[in-house]
């Protein structure tokens, strides 16, 4: 038969050594291995670097980063399947394993149990003779959950359970275990060691991989179960485990917040809530380009996803780009120019020199004829470009310009503040920067009308809240601030939702007007205008007129969190009929950041915010936290966009 072998080490290569070997040393059959080395020291790397020389069949995956277990082994599974898709008969686990010398036999032997479940466990003894399958036959109580619950509540009180349960011996001893000789489903196989069949692969392509470590035997479970799978134990095939069971390992800190984090997930799960609702294959929309790395994605049973649902059903429908649309907007010019009779300026133009905002100055200027004042927030990161583009377009339409700068010292405490929290939403304050600096001008000066560059051409698909928090969520900021921060805010602009949605909008009267939404805007019509006009320049990415916001969407987050921004841009210029889906897929086959000039990036990051660029790595190394883990309003949001959309004032509500 064709088996393969895949792996994850993490500096103990001499175990490896001895698996590969004992897998390789099998008998008349066809083996592939690849080990998975998760960023290991020189001295091991050199040790694993001697099995591929040694064996023709054995390959080696180098990762810069401890990607965790089973994002590692979906490395290996992946690059074994792509060049070998003949091999599907594939063990899997950890590196110190040892295989009897009938192994292969003895999975040849079960073609009748692969032909019928996914996912076999195999029998794994230990050094000291204990059978560690089954796992769990049935699945875990309440009881033992609630146990569960409070050991990952807090570090001591979890070391506390520990000592009471070995005088108990109540908690942990699981009887399980004692059934390692009679085949049989069970609800979960021991992660040391799994078999993945041909029928696991006509489901999916590599294992569900939610978190960085620990629960990965519960996450099988789910991913096998929501398409009424489930794992078989089968004690004919035999595997050794170079582990002492009896020695009762106390988990260091570290390795029990990791635990903690990722039993969160498992208690969403549980609870049917939060963004891992359901653990699934790999899925890409047969309309857009969104996929399945947006937790909150939904599929009909065409394939199309709710974002073009949505867009089609709601958008569409209330989006007039055309002699209507522009009716309507002339109206509210008319009463933006009565309202600002006798006034230096008219309106307020929020510029932060990309396309949108630089089109509607031009727009609003030239053609529509207000007088409005660019207003500029200078948050630290301009690009050079992006300085360029606002000045030019200033100057040759003889607008005035006002440029507020944002406390540097309190900009860069907030960020820093972000980045440990673990949150992927670290353009936050940024952002919130910008709108409530905004807001506080209109306020001031007695502004009734904001013009914002938002628009449906470019942006109807909305990025998933999970990656993109609310930004006038000041809840989460203060939260994030408070445990993380170190100066105090008091010259950042800080406005919550309530004082600008409903005193601001109700009670002082200052108003967001979307002109772009009105007219026909067409990206690549307005870029080409700017350009031959103004001498504008074109940035690589939208959103990349900031140094941050390039860091933060084009390589933090699908580095950190799995998620490209474009597939969101890409798919909002598909539904709009501005690009293909075609061109969007090639373009996303390439990388979205230049693997030669991200070194620099990353260290002119790391300067900027006066920190070390081993200190940022470590940010990049932490565990993934959620706006879920921090202080937040999310329930006030979903309420106001309820009412809001009952009134049908919003049409699509953020998920
Ligand atoms: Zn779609």
Redesign the pocket.
């Known amino acids: 038969m064709k088996i393969g072998y895949v792996c994850t080490n993490y500096n103990n290569s001499s175990f490896t050594q001895e698996a590969v070997r004992s897998f390789l040393n099998n008998g008349a059959h066809e083996y592939r291995v690849v080990i998975v080395d998760n960023h290991s020291d020189p001295e091991n790397v050199r040790l694993l670097e001697t099995l591929p020389r040694e064996f023709e069949s054995v390959e080696l995956i180098l990762n810069r980063e401890n990607k965790g277990y089973f994002r590692g082994l979906n490395d290996g599974i992946r690059h074994l399947r792509r060049h070998h898709p003949e091999f599907q008969h594939l063990a899997v686990g950890n590196n110190d394993l040892v295989f009897p010398a009938d192994f292969a036999d003895s999975v040849d032997r079960c073609e009748q149990v692969f032909s019928r479940y996914a996912v076999v466990s195999p029998d794994i003894v230990t050094l000291d003779g204990v059978h560690q399958n089954p796992h769990v036959i049935k699945k875990i109580g309440r009881s033992r959950e609630l146990i569960y619950d409070l050991y990952y509540l807090n570090y001591y009180l979890a070391m506390a359970l520990r000592r009471l349960s070995k005088w108990t011996q109540r908690f942990t001893s699981r009887s399980d275990t004692t059934q390692h000789r009679i085949a049989q489903e069970i609800n979960q196989g021991h992660g040391a060691c799994y078999l993945l069949g041909p029928e696991f692969f006509r489901h999916f392509e590599e294992l569900w991989a939610p978190s960085f470590l620990m629960h990965e035997e519960f996450f099988l479970n789910k991913q096998l179960a929501d398409k009424g799978l489930c794992i078989y134990y089968e004690p004919s095939i035999k595997v050794s485990h170079h582990w002492h069971a009896a020695i009762d390992k106390v988990p260091a800190k570290g390795i029990w917040r990791a635990a903690k984090d990722t039993h969160k997930i498992v208690r969403e799960i549980r609870s049917q809530r939060g963004p891992y609702l359901r653990a699934r294959g790999y899925q890409l ?1 047969t ?2 380009v ?1 996929d399945t790395t947006d937790p909150g994605i939904t599929f009909d049973d065409k394939g ?2 709710d ?2 649902n949505t867009f089609e059903e709601w958008t569409r429908p209330n989006w007039h780009p055309n002699e209507a649309g522009r009716e309507a907007l002339q109206k509210k010019i008319d009463e933006i120019k009565k309202t600002g009779t006798g006034k230096d300026f008219d309106c307020i133009i929020g510029m932060s020199g990309g396309v949108d905002s630089s089109y509607l100055t031009y727009i609003a200027k030239q053609q529509l004829g207000l007088r409005p004042l660019v207003f500029h927030v200078d948050g630290g990161w301009n690009s050079q470009i992006a300085v360029n583009n606002i000045e030019k377009l200033v100057d040759k339409l003889g607008l005035e310009l006002y440029t507020e700068v944002i406390d540097w010292n309190e900009m860069r405490d907030l960020q820093l503040a972000f980045f440990k929290s673990g949150v992927p939403h670290i353009d936050l304050p940024q952002d919130h920067a910008f709108f409530a600096t905004m807001y506080k001008f209109a306020e001031k000066h007695g502004v009734k009308y904001i013009l914002t560059g938002g628009n449906v051409s470019t942006e109807c698909v909305r990025n998933p809240l999970d990656f993109f928090y609310y930004g006038t969520d000041l809840w989460q900021i203060l939260d994030i601030h408070r445990k993380f921060g170190k100066v105090s805010l008091v010259n950042f602009p800080l406005s919550g939702i309530l004082r600008h949605k409903v005193y601001l909008r109700y009670f002082k009267r200052i108003q967001v007007v979307k002109p772009l939404d009105c007219i026909s805007y067409v990206k690549k019509d307005a870029e080409k205008l700017l350009i031959e006009q103004f001498g504008w320049q074109i940035y690589p990415q939208k959103h990349f007129e900031s140094r941050f916001t390039k860091f933060y969407e084009g390589y933090w987050l699908p580095r950190k969190f799995g998620f490209d921004t474009r597939r969101v841009h890409f ?1 909002s210029l598909i539904l709009t009929g501005q690009m293909t889906r075609g061109v969007a897929l090639t373009e996303l086959s390439g990388s979205s950041f230049d693997e030669r000039s991200i070194a620099q990036d990353f260290e002119y990051v790391a300067t900027k915010l006066g920190i070390t660029v081993a200190e940022l790595q470590g940010y990049m190394d932490a565990p993934n936290k959620s706006f879920r883990d921090y202080r937040n309003q999310l329930r006030l949001f979903q309420m106001g966009a309820r009412v809001m959309q009952l009134m049908g004032l919003e049409r699509a509500i953020k998920r």
Request: hydrophobic fraction near 20%; charged fraction near 0%; include cysteine.
């Open positions: 929309c309309n857009c969104m199309v996803c974002h073009c798919s």
